[in-house]
């Protein structure tokens, strides 16, 4: 294991000791999903679900998710997904899918999504993509990411996801704690990963923040990626988005994204977005008030 990089789902399993607590949490979630009604699956909203792998034991799970929620929702690009929230056209039930942090499966997971018609955006750290060397980035997996040694992807795969037709949008350069930096860190940070997008992919306009806590960014950090030239900005805070009750502007707009992980539970993943369907709240679309 130790000079390979990891290929399966199961092996980050075995890299990550199970915690009582994790044990605990995975009982009282079968239990919850099990009273969990799909119905509510039907409202109108958008769900912004995102990834971060298939690994070769994903993928499978993959395809029967993206199955069973065609059924009950249109999929719509990241573009197309922040436009309905904006203008308060959601009319039924969408999805738009996105991923984190480039890793080379992420190649993989477009063609499943190519084969329903799903799009995403997938947001890269320009800093790491192109890497091959393993001591490198075994350190960044290790020492930033808290993952396993990875591979990555290239420009040139990124550049394939484009001809796709997916989105590409920044992750920051080196995946960087926002809460943690400093302002002019941040801002040149930002600068520079937009110029880099710019000129590898033509035009950008996303950006999710690094660890998607409201605790890993600030209010200078988001101010910042909309200076930079950005025109979204997402949360890896769960929760889905239904119509404002006036057209709202883009840098207001808080976008909520459920994280899923397609070695977990399949009625676990479908707790969580029947949760959110439940739970939807106009409140969603906005920063919590005490976000500073
Ligand atoms: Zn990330």
């Known amino acids: 294991m130790d000079d390979k ?37 039907d409202k109108p909203r958008v769900q912004f679900l995102y990834i971060h792998h298939i690994f070769k034991d994903e993928e499978k799970p993959f395809d029967l998710l993206l199955k069973k929620l065609g059924r009950q929702h249109e999929f719509i690009s990241y573009n197309d997904a922040v436009e309905k929230v904006l203008s308060g056209t ?83 350069m080196m995946h960087m704690n926002i809460a943690k930096a400093s302002a002019k860190e941040i801002a040149d940070d930002m600068a520079e990963t937009f110029s880099i997008l710019k000129d590898r992919c033509g035009t950008v306009k996303h950006f999710a923040f690094p660890f998607g806590r409201f605790f890993h960014f600030s209010e200078t950090g988001r101010k910042a990626v909309f200076d930079a030239g950005f025109t979204t900005c997402a949360t890896a805070e769960r929760g889905c988005h239904i119509n404002p009750e006036a057209p709202m502007n883009a840098a ?21 977005l029947i949760n959110n369907a439940k739970r939807a709240s106009l409140i969603n679309n906005f920063y919590p008030a005490d976000f500073k």
């Open 5 to 41: 990089f990891i290929t399966k789902y199961q092996e980050l399993q075995h890299s990550k000791k199970r915690t009582v607590r994790g044990m605990v949490r995975d009982v009282a979630l079968t239990g919850l999903a099990l009273g969990a009604s799909e119905k509510y699956l």
């Open 252 to 272: 207001d707009l808080c976008i909520r994204r459920d994280h899923t992980v397609l070695g977990w539970d399949m009625r676990h993943i479908l707790y969580f």
């Open 90 to 172: 959601i009319d039924r039930p969408y999805i738009t899918f996105s991923s984190d942090d480039g890793l080379k499966n992420n190649l993989k997971a477009a063609e499943i999504m190519n084969e329903y018609g799903a799009k995403g955006c997938f947001f890269i750290n320009p800093g790491i993509v192109g890497v091959t060397d393993f001591e490198r980035l075994k350190r960044y997996c290790t020492e930033i990411l808290d993952f396993p040694a990875a591979e990555f992807l290239t420009w040139e795969e990124v550049g394939q996801l484009q001809k796709w037709g997916h989105e590409i949008g920044s992750h920051t």
